[in-house]
């Protein structure tokens, strides 16, 4: 069998693409597809020396910093990837990746991180952020994001099984789809956010600092509480204005590798987190350090924290996401802190283990080819024994 796992675009190594690791851990044999492959050298580890096969937008203009800007031309272009020598093609997918064309004789499983963000529930957000409320440019990228809302139906129905990383998506899946899918989570490294029960006083935030992550907000709210630390580890479009905003209290440190942002998460009170975000990997792993969380109230993170009211809390949530509603939350940790266990942290975040994801990751796929060729199952078994 011939399998084929496909991506958006692979330019820095975070949730997605650590997910993306594991897969072709499950399926080294696998060749690899992307939109665009841009990895800095340090960062290339995980794709275990594939060569990627990419499109035509990794030789546009300005490709490598740039790449969002030819969103309108990525349908277009994840449909020129020739799929037809594949028996079963895997694409993870936040964007296009799901919309890769694939005949009836092939298996296509789509693991959705999020149905394409921009398009949908949060097209709002995005127009404001973008500055795109007014004008001729404003009516150009709506109608745009609306041609792309059609393409993304459409292509839905290319998809033979729908994974969805959280029930939250499971719930936008079926919203924007209609389409059934089973939750697999995102794996987590727990090995290597090791517990540690003794903490300093300080905060701590971790994410690329993009609009949709929030980070200015954190960095607002404790701006406003200059009697508390925080700590923020992140690059991104957003750092110059983030890092304007900045009070004395607020250090910025910038892109850190992962034993130093292993070490702020050990050490901190609680990890600060604002994003609505699909799953969240990084308050999983503040937990695993033993770190309880401070976080919006909304998305995939009620999944992975348990709240005040639990019997064994990991977390609190605030219900808006508003620097009074975080500067309300933060008190309240500091009023209840006695509240909360390490050791609850940490069992919290075990049963997201990477080792967990394969083995749910392998027997669905193997389910899957079993309904759609018996014989060819077998065949796969019989290969793995010898």
Avoid at 63 to 77: Q, V
Avoid at 100 to 128: E, F, N
Avoid at 254 to 268: K, P
Avoid at 269 to 283: H, L, N, R, Y
Wanted: charged residues 25%; hydrophobic residues 40%; positive net charge.
């Amino acid at each position: 069998m011939k399998i084929a796992i496909v991506t958006d675009w692979l330019v820095v190594y975070s949730g997605a693409e650590k997910v993306l690791e594991q897969m072709l851990k499950v399926y080294p044999e696998a060749d690899l597809y992307s939109l665009i492959e841009f990895l800095p050298e340090d960062q290339r580890d995980f794709i275990q020396g594939k060569h990627v096969t990419t499109t035509f937008i990794q030789k546009l203009p300005f490709a490598k910093k740039k790449y969002r800007s030819y969103l309108p031309l990525m349908p277009l272009a994840i449909e020129q990837l020739d799929m037809s020598q594949y028996d079963v093609i895997i694409s993870s997918s936040y964007a296009v990746a799901k919309g890769i064309i694939t005949g009836p004789d092939q298996l296509h499983i789509s693991y959705v991180h999020s149905p394409v963000r921009y398009a949908w529930d949060l097209q709002h957000q995005y127009l404001r952020e973008a500055g795109l409320t007014k004008g001729i440019k404003s009516w150009i990228a709506r109608y745009i994001l609306h041609r792309i809302r059609m393409w993304d139906c459409r292509t839905a129905n290319g998809v033979d099984d729908f994974i969805a990383n959280s029930q939250f998506i499971g719930k936008r899946i079926w919203k924007v789809y209609r389409r059934h899918s089973d939750v697999i989570y995102p794996p987590v490294d727990i090995d290597n956010f090791q517990l540690k029960t003794k903490k300093k006083d300080f905060y701590l935030t971790a994410s690329r600092m993009v609009p949709y992550k929030k980070m200015s907000l954190i960095v607002e709210a404790f701006s406003q509480m200059p009697d508390k630390k925080l700590y923020v580890i992140g690059d991104g479009p957003e750092y110059g204005k983030i890092k304007r905003m900045a009070g004395e209290n607020v250090v910025l440190l910038g892109y850190q590798d992962a034993e130093t942002l292993t070490h702020y998460m050990q050490n901190a009170k609680a990890f600060v987190f604002a994003a609505e975000e699909d799953f969240g990997i990084t308050p999983v792993e503040a937990q695993a350090c033993g770190t309880p969380v401070i976080a919006f109230g909304k998305g995939g993170v009620l999944e992975t924290v348990r709240g005040i009211d639990s019997g064994k809390p990991t977390g609190i949530f605030y219900s808006e996401q508003t620097t009074g509603s975080l500067i309300g939350a933060v008190k309240e940790f500091e009023a209840k802190q006695a509240l909360f266990n390490p050791q609850s942290c940490r069992e919290n975040a075990l049963p997201f283990s990477e080792q967990r994801f394969r083995e749910e990751f392998r027997t669905y796929v193997e389910k899957k080819i079993e309904e759609k060729w018996p014989t060819k199952k077998l065949k796969l078994e019989l290969n793995r024994m010898r």
